[in-house]
């Protein structure tokens, strides 16, 4: 899949707004293709008729500040319909010959937006006569281009929805991408279906008879190795090439050691045992423990779990004669964010959870067949393939394992510790019904020990941290709101079952400011 792609499209600019994501994401749940390009990548000698459409997206930059934005003014001469989400409807504005300034009261959150005039863009998106949206804006557009008309104002935006319904350019100063605008997605559609008359052609079931004739047609006769670690990712990966090329796949999967209370046991039964797939199972539980000896920071921890991943994965990948391919289970927001596919300038919070990697040396060729999926799609791929339920639902996992969720040193003690606190608490969540309502959920090991009193007897263990979070997408998070009763049935169990742990605490912050994991 590429920008030429012979597939009726939603194009989207991204201008580096943290909600890009979301707006390919929404369009692809509506039935139809999206792809995101950066605004310093796109050039209207590469719109070609299978673009038909255009979203401008948001993002941090100021359009009266010529220098620290590019983009190519000739795309909206297209004769393409175009919709400008935040910044993108400034820069829609601005290029068409309106004005845009410092906003005198910013917005940031919900803000009621009252409808002043009908347009195809709004139909059946307003309730009454106003509606509830989020906006986030320092800037707004102070005069319009000419042919322009107000189609909903705010209290501080009163061109909060434009229209040149001439033209078919649209602009709206909020986010109808995020969950917090009432009725967003209706907004969405209407972009779609009525003004740009795009039909629905994107599903996962049509995709997956895509991706098997792709992957047939890249490899052909050639042997594929692949990195399973038991995650949705490398399982999908594994089985969609599993269905295109059978026994000319060769899965590894590398026990760091680090993995959920019988994790191994899982993947062995499931691939090998199941799916009769060639599983090759390395336990190099005592290489990686050796090497993470006395080691406590946490970008040291993933730089030596990546690179025994990799040395090891060679090593036995070479056993494997006249291997041609790697699969890799990239997904789309991977090549966005560590790949920088669209040009934007993000702050490094810290490495990318994911190990492995293609190793230099072995110089094969890449089959991604995931690469411009997004998670859940990935999940309904994998439910078209025939993966178990309890392999596609799992919660994100990553690549270092346990050793992120144990800050500090490493030990065998604490490793098995938090497998048994984290597998109570996995348990109990799926025992109450609620493992499927939450993002992701794990126990961590904190290097903090603390006085207890148990009978009698005074203990001084470690303390576990529960966390769980609800999120979309990974980029935003909240944590799960639990009754105490659950809180207080699951502390009790881990501290009366697992020696080594007497308090129990669970984390309340959302992402941002933290992050989801701990290191």
Same mark, same amino acid.
């Given at each position: ?14 201008? *580096? ?31 070609? !008729? ?5 979203? $401008?997206?948001? *993002? ?6 010529? %220098? ?14 175009? $919709? ?9 504005? %601005? ?60 209290? !501080? ?10 033209? %078919? ?27 740009? @008359?795009?039909?629905?052609?994107? =599903? ?49 999967? /590398? ?27 390395? !336990? ?36 494997? @004669? ?21 040009? =934007? ?16 040396? &072995?110089?094969? %060729? ?82 903090? @020990?603390?006085?207890? /009193? &148990? ?18 997408? *990974? ?9 105490? =009763? ?10 009366? =079952?697992?020696? *080594?742990?007497?308090? /129990? /605490?669970?984390?309340?912050?959302? @992402? ?8």
């Amino acid at each position: 899949m590429s920008l030429d792609l012979d597939l009726n499209k939603i194009l989207i600019i991204d201008f *580096g707004s943290q909600f890009t994501q979301l707006i390919a994401r929404r369009v692809r749940e509506l039935g139809v293709f999206s792809e995101i390009i950066s605004h310093k990548k796109i050039k209207s000698k590469n719109i070609n !008729n299978s673009i038909k459409g255009i979203i $401008l997206s948001g *993002g941090p930059l100021n359009v009266y500040d010529l %220098k620290k934005y590019s983009f190519d003014k000739n795309i909206i001469q297209k004769k393409i319909p175009i $919709l400008g989400i935040c910044f993108g409807h400034q820069i829609l504005s %601005k290029i068409n010959g309106g004005r845009v300034k410092q906003s005198k009261h910013r917005e940031f959150g919900l803000a009621n937006i009252l409808k002043k005039k009908s347009s195809p863009l709004t139909k059946n998106f307003f309730k009454k006569k106003h509606t509830k949206v989020w906006m986030s804006h320092a800037d707004q557009v102070s005069k319009l281009p000419n042919n322009f008309k107000v189609i909903a104002s705010s209290q !501080n935006s009163k061109f909060a929805i434009v229209a040149n319904e001439l033209k %078919k350019f649209y602009g709206v100063q909020f986010h109808p991408e995020v969950t917090h605008t009432d009725n967003g997605k209706i907004l969405i559609s209407n972009f779609i279906f009525s003004i740009c @008359k795009i039909r629905k052609n994107w =599903s996962t079931k049509n995709q997956k008879i895509k991706l098997i004739k792709e992957v047939k047609t890249q490899v052909g006769n050639d042997k594929v190795i692949c990195a399973l670690s038991g995650g949705v990712d490398s399982s999908v990966v594994a089985q969609l090439l599993n269905k295109a090329i059978g026994k000319k796949l060769y899965c590894i999967f /590398v026990n760091t050691g680090l993995l959920r209370k019988n994790e191994e046991k899982q993947v062995i039964a499931t691939f090998k045992k199941k799916l009769k797939m060639n599983l090759i199972y390395v !336990n190099a539980e005592k290489e990686f423990i050796k090497n993470l000896k006395n080691i406590s920071d946490p970008e040291k921890k993933r730089k030596i779990i990546g690179n025994l991943f990799i040395k090891i994965f060679e090593r036995y990948a070479k056993k494997i @004669k006249n291997v041609k391919f790697l699969a890799q289970g990239t997904l789309y927001p991977d090549l966005i964010e560590s790949k920088s596919v669209t040009g =934007s300038k993000t702050s490094k919070i810290k490495s990318h959870h994911n190990v492995g990697g293609l190793p230099k040396k &072995m110089k094969l %060729k890449l089959v991604e067949p995931l690469k411009f999926l997004f998670k859940d799609e990935v999940r309904k791929l994998g439910l078209e393939l025939n993966l178990s339920k309890e392999i596609i639902t799992r919660h994100p996992f990553p690549g270092p394992g346990l050793a992120i969720r144990i800050p500090g040193i490493i030990t065998n003690e604490k490793i098995k510790i938090l497998k048994e606190a984290d597998f109570y608490f996995i348990k109990a969540l799926k025992d109450y019904g609620l493992y499927n309502k939450i993002w992701q959920a794990y126990a961590a090991l904190l290097p903090v @020990k603390t006085v207890g /009193v &148990m009978g009698d007897n005074r203990t001084y263990e470690y303390l576990c941290l529960l966390r769980a979070i609800t999120s979309e997408d *990974g980029m935003t998070a909240d944590f799960y709101e639990f009754k105490k =009763s659950f809180i207080q049935e699951i502390s009790n169990k881990i501290v009366n =079952s697992i020696r *080594g742990i007497n308090r /129990v /605490v669970y984390d309340v912050t959302s @992402k941002p400011p933290s992050t989801i994991e701990l290191e």
